[in-house]
C-alpha cells in the first residue's frame, strides 16, 4: 500500500462519506449517531440547510478575493461578535491555532506599544492545548507536542492547572498575560470553576496583566452560553481565540479583543490570505444567526442537562469502571479509572454505531451537534452503556 498521506493520525477503518443532522453514514450506507461532531464542530450538525445554501449562494457569486479587498460578510460577522460580547475589534483567521496566535501577538503587542516590550511572557496552565503551530505549542506547553521539534520557545511559563499560589508566583514585571481555556477539552474536559474565572480576572486587574481566552473549543454555544466564560459574569477577556464551532464546519476562526487591545494591530502587524474569505463568512453569519436565534441555547441547556443526568446514572451503574463525569453544557467528558484505556471505549462504542473522542487525562469525550435531541441522549446513552459493559481492563 502507498502511504501518500502524513500518519499524523490513525483513523479507524469506518469511512464517512455522508452526513444528515445528528448522523454520519459511511460507505455501506451504515448510520452512525455523530456525539463528537468533528471534536465541537458541527454545532448545528450536519448540512444544515441554511448553512448549505449560504454556502451555494456565495459559491455562485465569488470565492475570494484576499484581505487586499474589503469583505463584506466579515464587517457584518464583526459586528455581530461585538454586539453580544465583551470585544470591540475582530481579526478572522482559517483555523484555532491561528486564531491563538493573533491572540496571543495581540498581547504582546498591546504592552510593546505601550512602550513596554520586556513586557511579553505568557502565562499558561498544565493541560492546555492552544494548537500545534510552534507558538501554540510552546504556549500549550505540552511534552509531548514539544519533543522532536527544537529548543523551547522562550516567553511562556506553566503553571499547574489549579494551583493559585503557583500562578502568583509566576507572575513578574515581563509577564504580560495569562491565558487559558474556561474548559479544557484537550487536556481532559476539565471546566474551570466560576469563581477560579473572576479570580483570574481581578488577579489580572490588580497586576496589571491582559486575560486571553481560548475559547475555541468551548464557544459558539457549546456549553449552553455563547461564550463559555459568559458563566461566570464579570470575568470577561481583553483577546479571546475563536474557532471549531463558529464556523459549523466551514474552516474559520476569529480573535476578539478590546478596543485597548484591537487597536494597535495596524497595517502591517499581522495578516492572513484566507482569513474571513467570502465563503467562510457567508456560513459564520448563517452559524452565528442560528446560535444567537430565541431559544436556541436554551435547547442546549435542556438537552445538556437531560444528558449530564443520564450519564451521571451511568457512572454509578459501571462506577468500577467510570470515575468521574466531567465538562460543561455539551462538552463532556468521562475519566476512565486506572486499568480502563479511553479510546477502548471509544472504539465500543463505535461498535454500537456511537460516535465519540478521545481525550487527555483518560477521558471519554463528547461534544454533539448543538441541535440534538432528548431522544438521541437517550440513544447514546443506550450504547454507551453497551460499550462499558463489554470494556475489559487493559
Ligand atoms: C482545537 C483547539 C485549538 C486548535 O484549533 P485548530 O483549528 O485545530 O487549529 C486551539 N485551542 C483549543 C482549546 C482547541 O480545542
Redesign the pocket.
Known amino acids: 500500500m502507498p502511504k501518500p498521506l502524513m500518519e499524523t493520525y490513525s483513523p479507524p477503518k469506518e469511512t464517512f462519506v455522508s452526513g444528515e443532522g445528528v448522523y454520519l453514514f459511511d460507505q455501506n450506507g451504515d448510520k452512525y449517531l455523530d456525539f463528537i461532531a468533528g471534536?465541537?464542530v458541527n454545532a448545528l450538525g450536519h448540512r444544515h440547510p441554511k448553512a448549505v445554501q449560504a454556502l451555494k449562494d456565495q459559491a455562485d457569486k465569488l470565492w475570494h478575493t484576499s484581505n487586499m479587498f474589503r469583505v463584506p460578510g466579515q464587517i457584518e460577522l464583526a459586528e455581530k461578535y461585538c454586539r453580544d460580547s465583551f470585544a470591540d475589534r475582530v481579526f478572522f483567521t482559517n483555523?484555532?491555532?491561528?486564531?491563538?496566535e493573533c491572540a496571543l501577538k495581540a498581547a504582546r503587542h498591546y504592552w510593546y506599544s505601550r512602550g513596554r516590550p520586556d513586557k511579553y511572557r505568557i502565562v499558561t496552565f498544565t493541560g492546555?492545548?492552544?494548537?500545534?503551530?510552534y507558538g501554540?505549542i510552546n504556549a500549550g506547553g505540552n511534552p509531548k507536542y514539544l519533543e522532536g521539534f527544537g529548543p523551547r520557545m522562550e516567553g511562556f511559563d506553566q503553571v499547574e492547572f489549579g494551583d493559585h499560589d503557583a500562578l502568583k508566583a509566576a507572575i513578574t514585571e515581563e509577564t504580560a498575560a495569562i491565558c487559558v481555556?474556561p474548559v479544557?477539552?484537550?487536556g481532559g474536559v476539565r471546566a474551570i470553576p466560576d469563581v477560579c474565572l473572576r479570580g483570574l480576572r481581578e488577579l489580572c486587574d490588580e497586576r496589571e496583566l491582559l486575560l486571553i481566552y481560548?475559547?475555541?473549543?468551548?464557544g459558539a454555544g457549546r456549553t449552553g452560553k455563547l461564550w463559555a466564560h459568559q458563566w461566570a459574569g464579570s470575568a470577561q477577556p481583553d483577546i479571546m481565540?475563536v474557532?471549531?464551532g463558529v464556523g459549523g464546519g466551514f474552516?474559520m476562526?476569529a480573535c476578539l479583543a478590546t478596543d485597548a487591545c484591537g487597536e494597535h494591530m495596524v497595517v502591517g502587524t499581522h495578516g492572513s490570505t484566507f482569513g474571513g474569505n467570502p465563503l467562510a463568512m457567508a456560513v459564520g453569519n448563517v452559524v452565528y444567526d442560528e446560535l444567537t436565534k430565541p431559544g436556541f441555547l436554551d435547547h442546549v441547556n435542556e438537552v445538556a442537562n437531560f444528558l449530564g443526568q443520564q450519564l451521571q446514572g451511568l457512572k454509578d451503574s459501571h462506577s468500577d469502571k467510570v470515575e468521574e463525569v466531567r465538562g460543561r453544557g455539551l462538552l463532556l467528558g468521562l475519566k476512565l479509572r486506572e486499568g480502563y484505556v479511553n479510546k477502548t471505549l471509544a472504539k465500543h462504542a463505535r461498535d454500537h454505531h456511537l460516535l465519540m473522542g478521545a481525550a487527555g487525562d483518560n477521558v471519554l469525550r463528547m461534544a454533539p451537534p448543538l441541535i440534538i435531541e432528548e431522544a438521541h441522549a437517550r440513544q447514546a446513552v443506550e450504547a454507551l452503556d453497551a460499550a462499558l459493559s463489554e470494556l475489559k481492563p487493559g
Open positions: 471534536i465541537a483555523s484555532g491555532t491561528e486564531a491563538m492546555a492545548f492552544h494548537g500545534r503551530s501554540a481555556e479544557q477539552g484537550e481560548d475559547e475555541v473549543q468551548s481565540a474557532a471549531k474552516p476562526g
